[in-house]
């Protein structure tokens, strides 16, 4: 297997990153938002930093600026945005119906990591290379600043063996979460080479929110109704449906929801049918996210107990943007959603997958304006350490350090 030249220690001037993800670029899900924000605020830290994404047949091909429009809520036409590389893969999942798709699906995460490899060894040697799938760390294993982050922990015997032979050959492991972090201990990753950082918010996310009755004006909201949101996917996991069916218990409030996919949003407008107080915006280009959370009053994070992505994976981008808005969050009890909430009170925790004990937590907050600011300056406070440029120069660091004693692998 090639091997790459041992890394000089990195410089500003010749800092380069490669961050590997197989994802659309753009698309409608948070995976695209919370990676563009990553590569966004690596390229801020000073990493010349090219994103290579999968070429997907159903997804526009748009210019460098375009995309990066599209993903970012504060996205500035004169900032240098990061490079972007699609890499080719087959692709004929959604060609048949979800029953049949496990083949062509792991055919083509076969495929993104093989184009995805032979990219990264042809055109970026010398640079760090942050890659989310395992097959490009087991494709890459050997090379000099390499890193896996890793959003959940691989349940396949095959892709485990893919993982543990990328971090015995030297690459280091960002969990993005406590929960990740745990079930990797367990599968053997030794802790020495992991770190944990969670998704994190655009550290001027509070300054630039509208004000609140323009906000709702743009939205064509009542001035004087209570909102209740959710802004996020839409998988049943997500457990958006939870919150729809909490809707009869909330009086006149409001639930708002906005984000998904297509299909998704379709099904749970048949489920919310004559709900009066549901409204279902469907997706949202990021730049207009701030307007949503401006106008709230309640933010909703309603994941289920299952699977373990909901339970113990997750570290969700709509609670880091909430609490940095100053939105009140009522969110499931579940490890994943402690952790990334942590230990400030700044979010109330009900039962999971009870759309009463749901209803029950959001009419106790809407009821108690005290406890909304004060939850709301616990947030604000919280989520100040966890901004995108902090974690991007966290992950640097830890990569880089590595590199400089790293050496080739036979």
């Not at 899900?29 to 997907?56: D, E």
């Not at 015997?157 to 079930?183: E, H, P, Q, W, Y």
């Amino acid at each position: 297997m090639p091997v790459d030249p041992v890394l000089p220690s990195p410089s500003a001037e010749q800092l380069r990153l490669v961050l590997v993800a197989n994802a659309r670029m753009p698309s409608q899900r948070a995976q695209s938002v919370q990676l563009a924000k990553a590569a966004r605020a690596f390229q801020r830290a000073g990493a010349a930093t090219t994103v290579i994404h999968a070429r997907r047949r159903d997804t526009p091909e748009l210019d460098r600026a375009e995309v990066w429009r599209r993903l970012l809520m504060d996205f500035d036409p004169n900032e240098e945005s990061p490079g972007l590389r699609a890499a080719r893969c087959s692709d004929w999942i959604d060609t048949v119906p979800r029953f049949a798709q496990f083949f062509p699906a792991r055919l083509q995460e076969w495929t993104f990591g093989r184009s995805a490899v032979q990219a990264v060894r042809r055109d970026f040697r010398g640079a760090l290379c942050l890659a989310r799938d395992v097959e490009v760390g087991h494709g890459l294993r050997g090379r000099p600043g390499l890193a896996l982050e890793i959003h959940r922990v691989p349940g396949g015997k095959t892709r485990r063996g893919m993982l543990l032979s990328a971090v015995s050959a030297g690459a280091r492991v960002v969990a993005i979460s406590g929960g990740v972090r745990d079930d990797l201990l367990g599968l053997g990753v030794p802790e020495r080479c992991m770190t944990v950082e969670h998704d994190a918010v655009d550290a001027g996310l509070a300054d630039s929110l509208p004000a609140r009755a323009e906000a709702r004006r743009r939205l064509g909201l009542d001035p004087g109704r209570t909102v209740v949101l959710y802004a996020g996917g839409l998988l049943k996991w997500k457990g958006v449906d939870v919150l729809v069916d909490a809707a009869d218990r909330l009086g006149d409030a409001l639930v708002l929801i906005v984000g998904g996919m297509e299909q998704d949003i379709v099904a749970l407008r048949e489920r919310a049918r004559g709900k009066a107080n549901v409204r279902i915006d469907g997706f949202r280009e990021a730049g207009e996210i701030p307007a949503y959370l401006a106008a709230a009053d309640v933010g909703i994070v309603p994941n289920r107990k299952t699977p373990r992505i909901s339970s113990h994976y997750t570290s969700p981008l709509k609670v880091f943007e909430a609490m940095a808005a100053g939105l009140p969050l009522v969110v499931s009890d579940l490890p994943s959603l402690r952790d990334a909430v942590g230990e400030s009170a700044a979010a109330q925790f009900v039962e999971p997958e009870d759309p009463a004990a749901l209803a029950a937590g959001i009419v106790g907050l809407i009821e108690d304006a005290d406890g909304r600011a004060e939850m709301a300056r616990r947030a604000r406070l919280a989520v100040e350490s966890h901004t995108w440029e902090a974690r991007a120069q966290r992950i640097l660091a830890f990569m880089a350090q590595e590199s400089q004693g790293a050496r080739p692998r036979p």
